[in-house]
């Protein structure tokens, strides 16, 4: 954990981007990497259709819409809504994360993991988001 994280305070053009060296993680294993984060009360504009999250490893990409603020929706099943690819679910510290995409680390010799959200199509304002960074877990 940072005793500091940054908070986006009024921008158009959204790139978050992160790497770690797959030689670092365990062989021949799945993993999902994952972008954490918090909202603050009155945050908007991170829900664009054309928000994108990606994870790279060597010539291999897992790409897929992702969406940093609750749905609207009239969904009893709130567990079902918080566990759909590309939403938002809450953790047990207290910060949310998102699903950026997959990958299986293979031998690690395919240089670095690179982990990213973007969002510079629409370029409507955001506001409100405090990133905590991203994680890197085992599938399970």
Request: hydrophobic content about 35%.
């Amino acid at each position: 954990r940072f005793a500091k994280v940054p908070e986006l305070l009024s921008v158009c053009w959204l790139d978050i981007y992160g790497s770690i060296n797959g030689r670092l993680l365990s062989r021949k294993t799945a993993y999902a990497a994952y972008i954490v984060f918090k909202l603050v009360p009155d945050a908007y504009g991170l829900d664009s259709p054309y928000q994108k999250g990606s994870v790279i490893l060597g010539s291999y990409e897992s790409a897929n819409h992702v969406s940093l603020q609750p749905e609207e929706s009239s969904s009893d099943d709130e567990e079902a809504e918080e566990g759909r690819e590309g939403r938002m679910r809450s953790r047990e510290d207290g910060w949310l994360e998102v699903e950026l995409g997959e990958f299986y680390n293979d031998e690690g010799d395919e240089g670095e993991v690179e982990m990213r959200l973007i969002e510079t199509d629409e370029l409507q304002w955001k506001h409100g988001l405090i990133l905590q960074g991203f994680e890197v877990r085992p599938k399970k």
